[in-house]
């Protein structure tokens, strides 16, 4: 559908389809009410039919009739049943949806915090995994594989072509509310996961090989029993003379079975993850059947064919599964028992995994990107007022620059306008406790993480590098490391120029909160004008925000830095902040206003 304009239409659009299917429900449970009286109405006449029948008033005919069309009303029964469940799961989808575009649950309820890497350089610092992050907030995938491709794009910046790729991609799949409908509904229930790390371990797991003599013995052995089983339940040799065959043949059979019963158990324990692939394999076709314009979903949709068809080798893997699942049941157990069932499953999958695993993995990174583009086309689609940045080549200097930019993880934020580029290298920030350096330094970073990933902004304009991100913004004391802030922030910063200096370093934005915050006011300014002199020698640009006035000796033209202040418009009133981005230095204070505010007077 067209994308709607506003959020007020956005919200009007989710309300209308919840209604269309709040309509679809009641008219499928009127519908599934009269087949209940239906029922009963084929059970009375079935039963006055077979009376007449017992009696010889009437034939039987009647009565068979009467039982094929009740059989026919179970098979409806059980489709429309499997429609209301539908129906129901996308009321619930839905309401999810309206609960994140009115504002009152933004939150996905995803924290993607399992894919969190140690010593990340922006990761915690912006809030990108964890509760309230932006992976919680574009978090709107199915599977848990879908999780690890956002949570890929979120901590893993894009080149110029890929995030150009992406951007396309996320284009053509924002208007697509049917095929997010379609994603939703994978798996038996909306709360059935695929698991990435589940399929992970299962592909990683080597298979045990099985001698090819292994099956045909047992299918020699398992035909033997059959046909002997046979001739003895027809007569056509008496069971005495039969028994001695019998169990002769049988004795191979379990000895064969018993032999490799070590390396088959294994296998039969992970049927397991049957359903999962099965929703995996649901998602691919979904993929496939799905009309692609962009060069990036028509090289996913060609990944997903290579180098076999994903559907086809992963639906003969799951007639094994079946195999293995119905053999405990007891209409099943002596068949199995007899066809040595579980064993040629086993030995199937085995053989299947060591064939098609290193397929399947480059088939389960296909469906994550996939997700995560669609993720992403889903935020575009709730998010009309934004725009997609211009991402600068891979060889251009350093550049962030933006217009009306605000936080997208607050919805009231107060834009602002950036411009880090060759000729402002570098933004010091001073101003008040509260008055948003910190917030704005997170805006510029989260941004900067969306732009790549191939998402829209909220601005009305951006041009950003294609750069490596960087950031020193949420650095605590550690009691379990025994290390302090002030060393926490100088390990930190020593990764950053690492990065910055490396010889095949792309562009590099740093942030920086409150500089060397833990020491003294002369070696504060010593140490911040060395790092970011080292910094300014490379191909970067960034922010630093601080509350000593020293420090913005700095920011001189000859480091092409540029000194810019937060703080209250109004001198009689200091804690009555604009967040609005100022030139010049801070020369307001709020702190003796946020003592008085608690009742400590000075």
Known sequence: MPQPPDNASLQTHYRARQAALDTEQRSAVTRRNWMRVAYAVCVAIAWILTKHALYGVGSWWPVLLIIAVFVGLIVLYVRLN??????????????????????SQPQSGLTGEEFRTPAHLYDRDLNILGPNSLFGLLGTVRTG????????????????????????????????????????????????????????????????????????????????LVVLIIVGFFHFATWSALFPNLAVVFALHTAVAAMVRSRVVPILEASKIANQMQMFSDGLALLQKQPCTSARLVALQQASHEPTDAIAAMGRVQSYFVIVEQRNKEWYYVLSLLLAAGTHAAIAIANWKRTHAPAMKLWLATWAEFEALNALANYAFEHPENIYPEILPDAAPATFEAIALRHPLLPNCVPNDIALNPTTRFYLISGSNMSGKS???????????????????????????????????????????????????VERLHAILAVANSAAAPPVIFLIDEIFSGTNSSDRLAAASAVIRALVASNTVGALSTH????????????????????????ADPLAFDYILKPGVNTSSSALAILRLIGIDI
């Open 82 to 103: 499997a429609n209301l469940n539908r129906i129901q799961r996308l009321l619930v989808f839905h309401e999810h949806n309206l609960a994140r575009v009115d504002g």
């Open 145 to 224: 594989i879908g999780q690890r491709g956002l949570a890929r794009f979120l901590l893993d910046p894009a080149s110029h072509d890929e995030a150009q790729a992406r951007q396309q991609a996320v284009e053509e799949l924002t208007p697509l509310t049917t095929l997010r409908e379609d994603i939703a509904l994978l798996g038996a229930s909306r709360f059935e996961q695929a698991s990435a790390t589940t399929l992970d371990k299962w592909l990683d797991d080597t298979p045990p090989t099985f001698h090819p003599a292994v099956r045909i013995v047992l299918s020699l052995t398992s035909a033997a």
């Open 439 to 489: 917030t704005l330094l997170r805006a510029i970073g989260t941004n900067t993480v969306l732009a790549l990933a191939g998402a829209p902004l909220p601005a009305t304009s951006a041009r950003i590098s294609p750069a490596k991100l960087c950031a020193s913004l949420a650095l605590t004391d550690s009691l379990a490391e025994a290390k302090s802030k002030f060393l926490a922030e």
């Open 548 to 571: 000593d006035l020293a420090l913005t000796d700095i920011a001189t033209p000859a480091l092409h830095g540029l000194n810019v202040h937060m703080a209250s418009p109004d001198p």
